[in-house]
Structure formats: C-alpha cells, structure tokens
T-cell receptor, first 113, second 115 residues
C-alpha cells in the first residue's frame, strides 16, 4: 500500500538556520502531497501542498517541490524562527476515491534563539 | 467559517467504560474523516463519510468502535469497553465535494486517556 517515510527527529537548529526535512513516498498512481504542521496539544494545520509532478508548494517561507523521479517532497525554509518549533508531518492522498491521507511519523523541529 | 470543531478536547476514562466524541465539520463540507494519532506517530485513517453514508472503514476500527453521521452534518465516534490501547488523539477532518485533490481541514482533536 501507499506509505510515507520521514527523517527522524528531533531536528535542532538555531534561529535563522536553514531547514530541510526529508520526505519520500511510495504510491501507485499520482498522489497529491502535503505538509502539515502540528503545534503542541493541537490538531493539524495545512502548511502547503502540491498536486502534480514538479509543482512547488509554498507558504510562510516554507517550500517543497513534488519530485516524481525521486518520489520525494522535502520541506525547506531558508531562515527558521523560534515560532517554527513544531512537529511537521508529510502526507499523501490519492486523487481518486475518497482521498484518505497517509501520513509519515512526523519530525519534531526545535529552534533555539 | 468557524473551522472544524471537536468536543470534548480531553477525556479521561476508566478501562471498560464507553466514550463518545463529537465532530462538527465546516459547513457545506460533505466529506468527513476520522483519524487516530498515538504518541510520537503520524495520524492513521479510521473511517470516512460522504454525507451521511459511511463509505470506508479501516481495519483499525474494531467492532468496539462505531461512527455515525446521521444527518450528514456532525459526526460521533463511540468507543465501547475502552482499553488502555485506545489512548490516543482522535482527529476529525472535513473537505469539500467534487473531483480533484481536496484539502482536508482538521479539528483540534480529542485526547483520550484510558486508565
């Protein structure tokens, strides 16, 4: 079945450092890809999405590009802030049927001043 | 648009008791999903409604679990005879109808602790 693999955390960075969180997927067909962010004790908020190969999703300085050839959707940000500390979860859904989300395990990001 | 709401936000219960959670989706979202998230893991799909019809259930949803969406608006998830392994965050999400990729919007979740 479909699956998502993320790098394990925590990722610990200093403020203004460059961030990369790796995400690779296995899927039949052509899924849509998502990054969600989860703050402590809260539900998931959509950060960005891409629906087809070579699409770039971006929001709040975060970017990810849908790479079909490497089945990847790595999350990047040029300069992180303390307020970016959260859990980042990569997910996919098929574009047919009922579009359930399949999630990775999440990567905790800790940004220190 | 007030977003997806879930109640209660927290529930502590004793093993063997029944619990019920409620989800109110964004109005006019006819698709509704339930997921379960255990500590340190990503969410896992439980069940899916389109309007009032429950169209898909994960094998994670044992016979102690039942979900309903009686009028195609709010949904309830009931767990009977709770076990300690049921302790998790239960997340509800909703999305709009129609073809193509649809974004799921999540509620804040209900955190269940079974003692």
């Amino acid at each position: 079945g479909d699956s998502v693999t993320q790098m394990e955390g925590p990722v610990t960075l200093s403020e203004e450092a460059f961030l990369t969180i790796n995400c690779t997927y296995t899927a039949t067909g052509y899924p849509s890809l998502f990054w969600y962010v989860q703050y402590p004790g809260e539900g998931l908020q959509l950060l960005l999405k891409a629906t087809k190969a070579d699409d770039k999703g971006s929001n709040k300085g975060f970017e990810a590009t849908y790479r079909k050839e490497t089945t990847s959707f790595h999350l990047e940000k040029g300069s992180v802030q303390v307020s970016d500390s959260a859990v980042y979860i990569c997910a996919l859904s098929d574009n047919t049927g009922f579009q359930k989300l399949v999630f990775g395990t999440g990567t905790r990001l800790l940004v220190s001043p | 648009d007030t977003g997806v709401s879930q109640n209660p936000r927290h529930k502590i219960t004793k093993r063997g008791q029944n619990v019920t959670f409620r989800c109110d989706p964004i109005s006019e979202h006819n698709r509704l999903y339930w997921y379960r998230q255990t500590l340190g893991q990503g969410p896992e799909f439980l069940t899916y409604f389109q309007n009032e019809a429950q169209l898909e259930k994960s094998r994670l949803l044992s016979d102690r679990f039942s979900a309903e969406r009686p009028k195609g608006s709010f949904s309830t998830l009931e767990i009977q005879r709770t076990e300690q392994g049921d302790s998790a965050m239960y997340l509800c999400a909703s999305s709009t109808p129609g073809p193509g990729s649809k974004t799921q919007y999540f509620g804040p979740g209900t955190r269940l602790l079974v003692l």
